[in-house]
């Protein structure tokens, strides 16, 4: 029995069903005409409503959440994303027997009332004042769009969710005063095309061009009767009626519609019967949703562009706001990444390092001077599975990236190079050397307290047979430890931070880099695309500019489109022209007779660094042309492998440096992005050799990287990043154990070549 008031009065639920009758007979309803208040019934409808006259009537309608896509610069589609896989059509390009089939079933006397149906209101009304809650809600196809318009803007947040679905009288009334004034201003045939659009169809479809897409792998408006009558049965309940998990049930239910749209006029029997008889015929296309599915092997660079939408204010004021928006989609992201630049990375990757290696490798190209990311891959593909991770090894923690980059052994040294030559000295600056030595003291700091050698630690050359004098042209070829860490010390660190300040060069943790002498050889995680970008300083000729990957954005909006302002590149000046010039001329040397021999491009100019980080965890080539720049990382993102005795890609290396495996994927993968390509020259600059009689050894090998193991530490074996001995004692954890997780900020003496 239902329950009464005390007193034997009724229920507060079924004052408002008599009430709200007896207004729907008086007709106020169905003119329009605000009912009286209803506040003394109890009745709540977001909170608190005093009446039908204080409730809302404009129904603020957000824009439908639709599939975004992305493209290459050339125009190809990278992915198809979405938060709702839904694109939104005209009723003219829906099938007339989709149209139909809809109304039947769910309001066949649609065209006949108006906002409310009138003869299903006090039907259902009667039956719940009978039970005391609201077990039948008798809804048109116009309360039903304005309840989805409700669950659409609520998004994913499940409260809102439950509060835009539950079932209440208050509800009830907010929706028919709602759908009063959509009925008003839309007309029947915008309120159809609108539904159609909004309502989910299941498998995550929503809309009926998605969901005919989804069963039939067809138009909306290529759909026959049987199939029209399948995708509005579905409506009502998607999992009950999922015709790939139960085609039994989703045949009864279609032959329901069908057997209606009959009753009703709009087929006849012989029609449905033949109709009944078809079999289902679906053709299922599967959700293809997310950068998982990037084409050109361009998750990760797919990824990044989520995550600069995601981080960048130009798209809100917010991360929430710039969610919103792209949860939102209906977006057309033309982005940056280059189709054969793309493609020559992923398979000069493929060709030297295996998805099943213990180790992987990442590269990033990126174009100097405007700073456009060209293209971005790796060898552990993105994925959940063996050999494969969401980590993009390419880029900072922040957007997706490692806990804290990749030591980057000598490659650093152009940016001390960089910030010598800035401060005076000559390209023949000179320092004695010596094969091992501990950092000198004191060093002078941007804070002005000197860094003092307090642990005594020392720094030796790759090779015994490395012992000075040198000066720089020789030291940066041979990639000499001992003459750089005399470089720091001689200027002090304030102008290396000054020009990797300039340069944006950060740890991948996206922390400034320490003052300590021991960054000057590498020994902090930094990201290849950083690490890219940085070099493309030295190729434009000392001119900075941020990476961007985004060209241009449309946004779909119902039917409309409208363009949205991208991130820009800013370019700055990080040092002067005579300087880029100089250290283009000595990373020359480096790629024609240095460490980087088995790098360098025959067809065109070229420059380039190699690094080995200590204990042989991280093997580095960073290099470039005056058009493109790119970095080559090889190593464990645990830091738990040491290249040493290993095979990696199908070949044995008893010692793996910068020079053997990072540079031949450097060289392959320059080689194809700029085949067909322009090939300009550097502006070099005449730097002395030293004199030929010098009392040096000039018989060692040129390609260092092949000398013995070194002994130092570089501050990242132990627990991932951690230092068990040696280094200066300030590395810290970089995360979990094991699996792709991430090497730590180690801090000890830095890398080799």
């Known amino acids: 029995m239902p329950k009464k008031r005390s007193g034997g009065g009724l229920s507060p639920t079924q004052q408002a069903a008599k009430f709200l009758g007896v207004s729907v ?20 409808a977001k909170g608190s409503v005093e009446g039908f006259d204080a409730l809302p009537a404009n129904l603020k309608t957000p824009p439908l959440s639709q599939r975004t896509t992305i493209l290459d610069a050339e125009g190809g589609t990278i992915a198809t994303v979405y938060s709702r896989d839904r694109t939104v059509v005209d009723l003219k390009d829906i099938s007339p027997y989709m149209q139909k089939a809809i109304v039947a079933i769910e309001d066949s006397r649609f065209y006949e009332h108006g906002a409310i149906d009138l003869k299903g209101v006090l039907r259902a009304l009667n039956k719940n004042a009978r039970s005391g809650e609201v077990s039948e809600g008798a809804s048109t196809l116009t309360q039903q769009y304005v309840k989805n318009v409700f669950v659409e803007e609520a998004g994913d947040d499940p409260t809102k969710v439950a509060q835009a679905t539950q079932q209440t009288i208050g509800r009830k009334i907010q929706e028919l005063k709602l759908a009063i004034q959509v009925e008003e201003e839309l ?199 063996k050999n494969e991770t969401e980590i993009n090894y390419s880029v900072d923690h922040g957007m997706g990236g490692s806990n804290y980059g990749f030591p980057t052994g000598s490659t650093f040294k152009p940016f001390v190079a960089a910030a010598a030559l800035e ?42 047979s490395e012992v000075g004098p040198y000066r720089l042209k020789e030291a940066m070829a041979l990639s000499v430890n001992t003459y750089f860490v005399q470089m720091v010390a001689d200027i002090g660190l304030c102008p290396v931070m000054k020009m990797t300040d300039a340069l944006h060069v950060v740890q991948g943790s996206g922390d400034k880099l320490p003052e300590v002498p021991a960054v000057s050889l590498g020994s ?42 991208v991130p820009k590149s800013t370019c700055s000046r990080a040092m002067s022209e005579k300087t880029a010039d100089t250290v283009n001329t000595l990373l020359q040397g480096v790629v024609d007779s240095g460490t980087g021999k088995a790098a360098g491009l025959t067809d065109r100019a070229n420059a ?62 320059m080689t194809g992005a700029l085949a067909g390509k322009d090939s300009p020259s550097f502006n070099l600059v005449n730097i002395p050799d030293e004199d030929k009689d010098k009392d040096k050894n000039k018989d060692k090998d040129k390609d260092r990287d092949k000398e013995k193991p070194d002994d130092g530490n570089n501050g990242d074996d132990g627990f991932i990043g951690g230092l068990t001995d040696g280094g200066t004692g300030d590395g810290g954890p970089g995360g979990f154990p094991g699996g792709n997780l991430i090497q730590g900020p180690g801090n000890g003496p830095g890398g080799r070549r």
């Open 187 to 385: 007309g029947k045939k915008k309120i159809l095309e609108n539904y159609l659009n909004i309502t989910f169809f299941g498998q995550q479809a929503y809309g009926v061009e998605a969901a005919s897409q989804r069963y039939f792998s067809k138009h909306a408006k290529d759909l026959n009767v049987q199939e029209a009558a399948l995708l509005a049965g579905i409506v009502q309940s998607p999992s009950r009626y999922d015709p790939v998990n139960d085609e039994a049930e989703a045949t009864k239910r279609r032959n329901v519609v069908l057997n209606r749209m009959a009753q009703v006029g709009d087929i006849s029997t012989a029609e449905a019967e033949k109709a009944k008889k078809a079999p289902l015929g679906l053709k299922v296309s599967k959700p293809k949703n997310g950068c998982i599915t990037a084409v050109k092997n361009a998750s990760f660079f797919c990824d990044y562009v989520r995550e600069v939408f995601l981080s960048d204010k130009v798209f809100g004021k917010t991360r929430k706001d710039r969610a919103k928006v792209w949860n939102q989609g209906g977006l057309t992201i033309r982005t940056t990444l280059d189709p054969q630049a793309q493609a020559s990375v992923q398979q000069s990757l493929k060709d030297h390092v295996n998805q099943s290696d213990s180790v992987a490798a990442a590269s990033t190209l990126v174009e100097p001077g405007t700073g456009k990311v060209l293209a971005m891959g790796q060898t552990k593909p993105y994925g959940y599975g």
């Open 524 to 565: 902090k995680g930094v990201a290849p695309l950083t690490m890219a970008s940085a070099y493309a300083a030295f190729a434009s000729r000392g001119t900075y500019c941020t990476p961007i990957v985004i060209e241009s954005i449309t946004q779909k909006i119902g039917n409309k489109q409208k363009s949205l302002d």
């Open 423 to 464: 401060e005076g000295r000559p390209a023949t600056q000179e320092y004695s050397s010596p094969y091992e030595m501990p950092y000198p003291e004191p060093v002078q700091t941007c804070s002005g307290k000197p860094w003092m050698n307090t642990a005594g630690e020392k720094v030796p050359n790759e090779s015994e």
């Open 25 to 44: 007979l008086a007709g106020a309803v169905l003119a329009g005409i605000a009912l009286p208040a209803v506040g003394a019934l109890g009745l709540a």
């Open 608 to 669: 380039g660094k190699t690094g080995t980080t200590d204990e042989r965890k991280n093997a580095w080539f960073v290099g470039y042309t005056p058009n493109l720049s790119g970095a080559v990382w090889v190593g464990s993102a645990s830091q738990q492998v040491q290249m040493k005795d290993i095979t990696i890609g199908g070949q044995y290396h008893e010692l793996v440096f910068g020079g053997a495996v990072p540079g031949p994927i450097w060289k392959d993968a």
